[in-house]
């Protein structure tokens, strides 16, 4: 028998920006393999985390993903649901939302974000009191002039891939400090499980550096001349992977006009200050679409014109800070509307 360390993960009852919460059970297995078949719910006091009242204040964690974790000895990090004591979704369970059963909705998120230092509470690279040379130069750049944070990034890379992730790249953003990581997933609950734990990797290795991570879309202040943080949300079904016609395409797009506020309202808080229709992005009282475009709402990939209208759409519109679950839930909600 050996003993393993079970980390719980699951999002608190904050509104409209939920917080990760997490606690670790020891529990003695004979030859481990880490499926959720192994292990079994959990509880934990809501009534701390804007979940319950005080009293009767038992909210249940159930499972939904495992992977290992790589930075603890017999360690397992577990993405769990939260449940009402009688078992149904809590209302703060945004997972439980997505009506995609059969992974027909592929996502690929591109989570950018600031890296903050402690000390100062500036992004890396912004000096007390001032600011570096204007964005330009930091943008996939390599040298000490312009890059920041570099080892807290490789080392959360290495973490996500050795934890089981389908992590896809890393970039430099446009902003001093201000970086990004790729994940893709068939299914939109797996996309958004994966998007939950890649950001527990990171924000725990930030404790050893002395830095936090900022989601916020606009750590800087709306005012200022710097890009903001999203996430854009690159998603596929069947049917746009394989139908071949620029006509369902725009039928898909269009379907999105009608209900831009429903997007919005779960596209992450203080959104309004990144989307102003300038830094590569579109207004947000304003919808559109094209291909190549990024200053669209939507962006229809030049690759999937080229493939004959078989491929993806972007979504660009989903701030840094947003839920994956959410954000999936209403796209698929919206593509599924659409008269095709």
């Avoid at 312009?146 to 953003?173: K, M, P, W």
């Avoid at 990171?202 to 936090?212: A, F, H, I, M, V």
């Avoid at 919005?264 to 992005?281: K, M, P, S």
């Avoid at 519109?317 to 839930?329: F, H, V």
Wanted: proline share 4%.
């Amino acid at each position: 028998m050996a003993k393993i360390k079970l980390e719980y993960i699951w999002l608190d009852g904050y509104y409209p920006t939920q917080n990760m919460r997490s606690k670790t059970k020891v529990e003695e297995h004979e030859n481990f393999q880490g499926t959720l078949e192994e292990i079994g719910n959990w509880s934990f006091d809501g009534s701390s985390t804007r979940q319950a009242e005080g009293g009767s204040s038992d909210c249940l964690l159930v499972p939904v993903a495992i992977y290992p974790d790589p930075d603890r000895v017999n360690g397992w990090l577990v993405m769990t649901e939260v449940m009402n004591a009688d078992g149904t979704p809590h209302v703060s369970n945004g997972r439980a939302t997505i009506d995609d059963e059969d992974d027909d909705f592929w996502f690929g998120f591109e989570q950018e974000y600031f890296i903050m230092d402690t000390a100062t509470q500036l992004p890396l690279g912004f000096p007390v009191g001032g600011y570096p040379a204007p964005q330009g130069m930091y943008y996939c750049s390599v040298g000490g002039k312009n890059t920041h944070g570099r080892d807290l990034v490789e080392e959360h890379a290495d973490l996500c891939i050795e934890a089981g992730l389908n992590f896809e790249g890393i970039n430099q953003e446009v902003a001093s400090g201000q970086w990004e990581f790729q994940l893709f997933a068939k299914g939109a609950k797996k996309a958004g499980d994966e998007i939950w734990i890649a950001r527990y990797l990171l924000d725990r290795l930030t404790e050893k550096y002395g830095y936090y991570i900022e989601y916020h879309p606009k750590p800087l202040g709306k005012d200022m001349d710097w890009n903001g943080s999203g996430m854009h949300a690159n998603f596929s079904n069947n049917v746009l992977r394989t139908c071949g016609d620029k006509e369902t395409y725009a039928k898909i797009c269009e379907a999105f006009r009608p209900v831009v506020d429903e997007h919005i309202a779960v596209y992450g808080e203080f959104n309004d200050q990144r989307l102003t229709g300038l830094h590569e992005t579109a207004a947000i009282t304003d919808f559109s679409w094209g291909v190549s475009d990024r200053g669209a709402s939507i962006r229809i990939p030049l690759i999937a014109v080229e493939k004959g209208y078989k491929g993806w759409l972007e979504d660009r519109r989903p701030a840094s800070n947003g839920d994956p679950y959410k954000i999936a839930a209403r796209i698929i909600k919206t593509v599924k509307s659409a008269k095709i």
